[in-house]
T-cell receptor, first 114, second 116 residues
Framework: GAVVSQHPSRVICKSGTSVKIECRSL??????MFWYRQFPKQSLMLMAT?????????EQGVEKDKFLINHASLTLSTLTVTSAHPEDSSFYIC??????????FGQGTRLTVV | AQKVTQAQTEISVVEKEDVTLDCVYE???????LFWYKQPPSGELVFLIR??????QNEISGRYSWNFQKSTSSFNFTITASQVVDSAVYFC?????????????FGTGTSLTVIP
């Protein structure tokens, strides 16, 4: 079946630095990918919709200048958390949709900002 | 408005008991998809089932079964003879056909603990 690979699975960074998370569709092309965030013991909340070749669409309350999304190809979307702070510590997970409209999730990235 | 409601925040059962996780959804679309995912402590989402809105047939897969009732907008999940390995957070999710690309609306999750 289709696979979505997310990297890294865990990252610890210092406050003020930037972190890039990659989401790749390994065996299909994804024109649309989604980025979700999950705080401890909470649900997954959509952050933004990433569209290949165009600007991402952000959900209300998500700072687009802080969470930079780039979807430069049909198999890769990246989320960069800029100037990370401890409150950005969370679990980030992406999903991608194939031509059959099946959605597949990455393994997630646990970000800890110290 | 919450599109997916999982009223049970935490459930504990003793091993071998049956347990039902409730899910109620809300949508104006006539075509939509419902999902259940398992999230173990490692965090990844493990796909359990996808059901489209036109298929109300209940499904059984081993110890898992799902009851989809459009009349009550519910998509409940039952684990029969629960095992310790079933301990996890379970999410019900909705995807609407009117949303291109399959954006998911997740419920708040039910944390299941199976006590040996």
């Amino acid at each position: 079946g289709a696979v979505v690979s997310q990297h890294p699975s865990r990252v610890i960074c210092k406050s003020g630095t930037s972190v890039k998370i990659e989401c790749r569709s390994l065996d299909f092309q994804a024109t649309t990918m989604f980025w979700y965030r999950q705080f401890p013991k909470q649900s997954l909340m959509l952050m933004a919709t990433s569209n290949e070749g165009s600007k991402a669409t952000y959900e209300q309350g998500v700072e687009k200048d802080k969470f930079l999304i780039n979807h430069a190809s049909l198999t890769l979307s990246t989320l960069t958390v800029t100037s990370a702070h401890p409150e950005d510590s969370s679990f980030y997970i992406c999903s991608a949709t194939d031509k059959n409209t099946e959605a597949f999730f990455g393994q997630g990235t646990r970000l800890t900002v110290v | 408005a919450q599109k997916v409601t999982q009223a049970q925040t935490e459930i504990s059962v003793v091993e071998k008991e049956d347990v039902t996780l409730d899910c109620v959804y809300e949508t104006r679309d006539t075509t939509y998809y419902l999902f259940w995912y398992k999230q173990p402590p490692s965090g990844e989402l493990v796909f359990l089932i996808r059901r489209n809105s036109f298929d109300e047939q209940n499904e059984i897969s081993g110890r898992y079964s799902w009851n989809f009732q459009k009349s009550t907008s519910s998509f409940n999940f039952t684990i029969t003879a629960s095992q310790v390995v079933d301990s996890a957070v379970y999410f019900c999710a909705l995807s609407e056909a009117s949303n291109t690309g399959n954006q998911f609306y997740f419920g708040t999750g039910t944390s299941l603990t199976v006590i040996p």
